[in-house]
């Protein structure tokens, strides 16, 4: 099984079907098709229909879109549990996913994904706050009703940890502030071996997207590449 991603940095859609696999302690190999070369888009249809990441490859098939993928790895491991047991509560599971997966474009468009940047305040407007609300008060309900199955929204880990997973990384660069219960599950998810291995690798990475980091007109690093 092959995993196709962008890059660590910048790449939230990447990040959600890496942390499911990682976590669920499911083998594969990671394929780094790095964003906005003049070489991506040779690359990446090589893999993928729709000319984006991620794609997952399991022999001769291709799965691309990160909720697809989710809903195939669950399927293909069902011993792994990705998805709550409880009927009830996996019709919840997938709302909520859904709901991160087609919503919340004030904190897409304005809370750009950086995991390596620290940027407290930037970005933040009172749209921006309402998506950040409502975010917070999923967080909050679902350990509200599942905090005594375990530390994840429904206790054990699920596909709608690693959706929130990019949402948590965004929260951490640009300082946003969070309700005691949801930002002691943010904490929780950052301190995660499987995404301090992500944010690990993020740091290594060389590239410079401008179209990411608007707010900086050099890279961070001498030996960065600009693109």
């Not at 790095?34 to 070489?39: N, Y």
């Not at 996913?97 to 468009?109: D, L, P, T, Y």
Request: hydrophobic letters at 45%.
């Amino acid at each position: 099984m092959k995993l196709v991603i962008g890059n660590k940095k910048y790449s939230s859609w990447s990040l959600r079907p890496w942390l499911l696999l990682r976590q669920a302690g499911i083998a594969f190999e990671e394929i780094n098709v790095r964003l906005s070369t003049p070489e991506f888009a040779t690359e990446i249809r090589k893999h993928s229909p729709s000319g984006k990441v991620p794609v997952l490859i399991d022999g001769d098939l291709h799965v691309w879109d990160s909720l697809a993928i989710s809903e195939y790895v669950a399927e293909r491991f069902p011993e792994k549990q990705l998805w709550p047991a409880d009927a009830a509560a996996r019709a919840h599971a997938r709302s909520v996913c859904a709901e991160m997966h087609a919503g919340f474009q004030q904190v897409r468009s304005q809370l750009p994904m950086n995991v390596t940047a620290v940027l407290p305040g930037m970005g933040w407007n009172t749209a921006v706050q309402r998506d950040v609300d409502r975010i917070a008060a999923i967080w909050s309900e679902l350990r509200a009703r599942h905090g005594d199955k375990g530390p994840f929204l429904f206790g054990t880990f699920t596909v709608a940890d690693a959706f929130y997973a990019p949402v948590v990384s965004r929260f951490a660069t640009y300082g946003i502030h969070l309700p005691d219960d949801a930002k002691a599950y943010a904490d929780f998810i950052l301190s995660l071996p499987s995404m301090q291995e992500w944010v690990t690798a993020a740091r290594e990475e060389r590239d410079f997207l401008l179209a990411d980091e608007p707010y900086r007109t050099t890279p961070d690093r001498d030996d960065a590449i600009v693109l």
